[in-house]
């Protein structure tokens, strides 16, 4: 009877314990986790989305975790992450933050308070592949240099405030094609006049 009730008591610890990641099968989506003075067999982790969307975000080693056991056989046991622990604790304390922390240190957040997105990737690349990208924004900002390999296309004013290191505010390396005009303060090219030294008289307008 004795032996019985132990372990019936043993089934029903099992049913739900806690540990830490002490190894990892990432092809078999499998990791060991020791709890308590056991390390178990290799165990399925859980994942949010595994059906017609499908996401991969492995666990890691020293990760504290959940096992479910149904009936409280461990070795039946399904493991969930995560729960914060002295090791690692939460990247934030704010109600209104959405946040994601790489090991690398690059960041990617969302604060639905003040409406503000940051994706930060310390000495990386972001790459956006897609037939079109929009930005649907009053202002978009580009702090460093652009470069463009393909055409591009103004809808309305460009406007150029800057100047190189001579002095101009655009430098152009090739043949400059104007359908229309060129006015340098106010004076057109196409319809300019000009004194001839030594004669005093106009000369016609450019052809």
Same mark, same amino acid.
């Given at each position: ?51 017609? !969307? ?88 580009? %702090? ?23 002095? &101009? ?14 006015? !340098? ?15 005093? &008289?106009? %000369?016609?307008?450019?052809?």
């Amino acid at each position: 009877m004795d032996a019985e009730l132990s372990e019936h008591r043993r089934l029903i610890g099992n049913i739900i314990r806690f540990g830490t990641i002490s190894g990892i099968d990432y092809a078999n989506t499998a990791v060991r986790v020791k709890t308590g003075e056991i390390e178990t067999d290799w165990l399925q982790w859980g994942t949010r989305r595994a059906g017609n !969307v499908k996401e991969w975000d492995p666990p890691s080693i020293g990760e504290q975790v959940v096992i479910v056991s149904p009936g409280g056989n461990l070795a039946a046991g399904i493991v969930y992450p995560a729960l914060y622990s002295d090791d690692n604790p939460a990247p934030s304390s704010s109600p209104t933050l959405h946040k994601r922390v790489y090991p690398d240190g690059a960041v990617i957040e969302y604060d639905f308070a003040s409406h503000r997105l940051l994706a930060s990737l310390p000495g990386g690349t972001a790459t956006v592949k897609a037939d079109q990208v929009t930005s649907d924004s009053p202002l978009t900002q580009c %702090t460093g240099d652009l470069i463009v390999a393909g055409n591009v296309i103004i809808g309305k004013t460009l406007s150029v405030r800057g100047t190189d290191s001579s002095g &101009a505010s655009t430098s152009l390396a090739g043949k400059l094609s104007v359908s229309e005009d060129v006015v !340098v303060k106010g004076i057109s090219y196409i319809l300019h006049r000009h004194l001839v030294t030594g004669i005093g &008289a106009l %000369t016609e307008k450019p052809e």
